[in-house]
């Protein structure tokens, strides 16, 4: 049976007058086996030829939810097609509520793809996409696929999909089976009708089946001023004592323009009013107005937002139900000694990643006590062997936060929703460095350490090293930039340069260079247990090349959980862990005993010198803070310097003692 009805009724609401309803369905019952869709019915339509032609489909009794036929959408051709069905909606609706339902069933194997028209002429606006992937994974995007709801869908069964939409206030709410995926405003808020097109994303097979299609529309005859705020737009999340701006949308759904309101910003706590005034809204249009005065100072915990509108035009809104807008923004307070490893999937061949750059400078700039980014280069110039495909990475641009959970690039609130958490869940240890340099031949110790404050079993050390700064003068150096000439948006800037960014115009930075100890931690570089109090360290030997800026090295110590998970990360400059004088020194380990070693509270350091020479002793603590430093003047032959550190905490410590000609480093453990 397919039916189209058009009630009239008048019910005067709280909201509006609702004055027209449109309802359709159809369970292809009332067609012969076989038919062509298109050529049969009065409503129906084909893409290219509205009574029928070569994009035409049959109904069929291979499948069924209800009775005995259905519609059959099958690809003949790798991209689509050429079966394409149209159902129009007999208007274009910008306003009232329209709902929109259909069982699909999906062959295993295959894809499926509708879409919805905003205007009555089809092919002028695509309001929106639903893609059903061969993986079992469907995606409904709006339009530009800027929104996007995810949710699996299951192979060789019937299942529902209903699209629900408030045009008034466009609101877009996806259900699968029933149940919600959640909702989006669509740049482009009108729909007209639905296309129905054999297509598999992938362009694989696409067989599908559609039955009870149905739509549902009740119009809203609009009120004379009626003001409401749609949106509130503030970063979900953000570290406590931070203050973030606050907008929101308002949108005219009276038929009278809006040319003045005030706004109201409410965090439960405080309350801040503005006044909009010169505006000018026509009806049924939207705009975006910010808080320029005023800023919301996030606190811990999860925060509701409120924006009122009132005393529009000066006057009373004919409508005070829709008045009010909410938004959550939740606050995350940082454990102390905390650091969130994020690593990024990138290479100069990649056409979006410039979008990673963006958003790890992002990263660095806005939390960079807190952000420990890593950039991991694949098959181009820059590229660690085995780190990409260790690391598990299969896309790009792609993050990985903490080595448990990769995600790609979307918005930066994408990343921060996933370092917040991670950054107020206290460490284990307290992570720390100290080196020793060779400028001859550019080899480096990696003294990496940790300090625990809980007990731990199976934990491991691993470290990276990487460099900012990086340049190229080949052509592997150059970027490959989508952003060029800004048709896809504002991109840090690459939306200003070209494509290919040129070599002479790249800057690479957080660049891994050696990965020591791989992506789940070095083995036996920490004790099986380890005790709350306990401080434990491990060497990594690593080798700087001649053509990497010493300057620009960093190092990253990373403590793993037993499953290769990281519960803790620190960036270290590697100039700072080095006493400056020493970079060009010979080292001379040998002129020099410290025993005991492990001390209780004193230790004595026998040097042996060849010669008379002038003697500074320094020593730093695990995290690189000098903790004790003292000249000796001239000294020659055999000597006995006692070093006292009752004063100091437990630890490992790094003793440097400066020669005339060479430096002699040594690690010492104090354990009262």
């Not at 706004?263 to 009013?273: C, E, Q, R």
């Not at 009806?283 to 975006?288: D, F, G, K, T």
């Not at 829709?322 to 606050?331: K, S």
Request: charged letters at 20%; hydrophobic letters at 40%; a negative charge.
């Amino acid at each position: 049976m397919r039916k189209i009805l058009y009630t009239l009724f008048s019910v005067l609401m709280v909201a509006g007058l609702y004055a027209q309803d449109v309802n359709f369905a159809d369970d292809f019952e009332s067609y012969t086996n076989g038919d062509l869709i298109a050529a049969t019915s009065d409503v129906w339509e084909s893409w290219a030829s509205p009574g029928g032609g070569a994009d035409d489909t049959n109904i069929t009794d291979e499948q069924a939810f209800s009775g005995t036929q259905s519609l059959k959408l099958e690809a003949l051709n790798p991209g689509g097609g050429p079966t394409d069905i149209v159902l129009p909606f007999g208007n274009k609706y910008i306003v009232g509520d329209f709902a929109y339902e259909q069982m699909m069933y999906i062959t295993s194997g295959s894809g499926a793809y509708f879409n919805f028209q905003g205007e009555t002429t089809i092919g002028t606006e695509w309001t929106m996409n639903n893609y059903f992937y061969a993986n079992g994974n469907a995606i409904f995007a709006n339009s530009g696929n800027a929104g996007q709801l995810e949710s699996p869908f299951p192979f060789d069964t019937w299942f529902k999909v209903r699209i629900e939409i408030d045009l008034t206030y466009n609101v877009w709410e996806v259900f699968v089976d029933d149940v919600s995926l959640g909702s989006f405003e669509n740049i482009n808020n009108s729909i007209a009708s639905v296309n129905l097109y054999a297509l598999n994303p992938e362009e694989g097979q696409s067989l599908m089946y559609v039955d009870d299609v149905k739509f549902e529309y009740k119009e809203r005859v609009l009120l004379p001023i009626d003001a409401a705020p749609t949106t509130v737009f503030a970063k979900s999340a953000m570290l406590t004592g931070r203050d973030i701006p606050v907008s929101f949308g308002v949108k005219n759904i009276g038929t009278e323009p809006i040319v003045s309101f005030d706004a109201t910003l409410d965090d439960g706590t405080n309350s801040y009013t503005q006044s909009y005034d010169g505006e000018f809204l026509g009806s049924l249009e939207s705009a975006v107005y910010a808080f320029t005065e005023s800023a919301y100072t996030t606190v811990e915990g999860e925060n509701d937002l409120t924006i009122t509108i009132t005393n529009v035009n000066e006057g009373m809104d004919d409508d005070m139900s829709n008045n009010v807008a909410t938004g959550m923004v939740t606050g995350y307070t940082p454990a102390e000694n905390r650091g969130v490893l994020v690593e990024e999937g990138t290479g100069t061949w990649c056409t979006w990643c410039p979008r990673g750059d963006v958003f790890m400078k992002y990263m660095f700039r806005e939390y960079p006590e807190y952000f420990v980014g890593i950039a991991a280069h694949f098959n181009d110039p820059m590229e660690v062997p085995g780190y990409i495909a260790a690391s598990g990475f299969t896309g790009f641009p792609t993050m990985k936060v903490s080595r448990e959970e990769i995600f790609g690039f979307g918005i930066t609130d994408d990343i921060e929703r996933l370092f917040f958490p991670r950054l107020a869940t206290p460490a284990p240890a307290v992570l720390g460095a100290a080196a020793t340099y060779d400028e001859a031949s550019g080899d480096v110790v990696l003294t990496a350490s940790a300090q625990f404050t809980d007990a731990v079993s199976g934990y491991s050390l691993s470290a990276v090293i990487m460099e900012d700064g990086v340049t190229g003068t080949t052509p592997a150096y150059a970027q490959v930039n989508a952003y060029a000439g800004g048709t896809r948006g504002v991109m840090g800037g690459y939306e200003l340069l070209p494509d290919p960014v040129p070599a002479a115009d790249m800057v690479y930075d957080h660049v891994a260079r050696v990965i020591l100890g791989g992506v789940t931690g070095e083995a036996g570089s920490l004790p099986a247990s380890v005790s709350a109090g306990e401080e434990h360290s491990f060497d990594f030997n690593a080798t700087i090349l001649p053509d990497w800026d010493f300057d620009e090295i960093k190092v990253v110590v990373i403590l793993n959980r037993p499953d290769g998970t990281s519960a803790n990360a620190k960036i270290f400059k590697l100039s700072d862990l080095i006493p400056p004088s020493s970079v060009s020194d010979n080292f001379r380990n040998e002129l020099a005993k410290v025993s005991p070693n492990p001390f209780s509270g004193i230790t004595n350091v026998e040097l042996n010198l060849e010669e008379t020479t002038n003697v500074h002793m320094t020593v730093f603590n695990a995290t690189g803070q000098l903790v004790a430093e003292r000249s000796y003047g001239e000294l020659n032959g055999t000597q006995l310097l006692p070093f006292n550190g009752s004063d100091l905490s437990n630890g490992m410590y790094i003793m440097h003692i400066q020669l005339d000609n060479a430096l002699i480093t040594k690690k010492i453990q104090l354990q009262k």
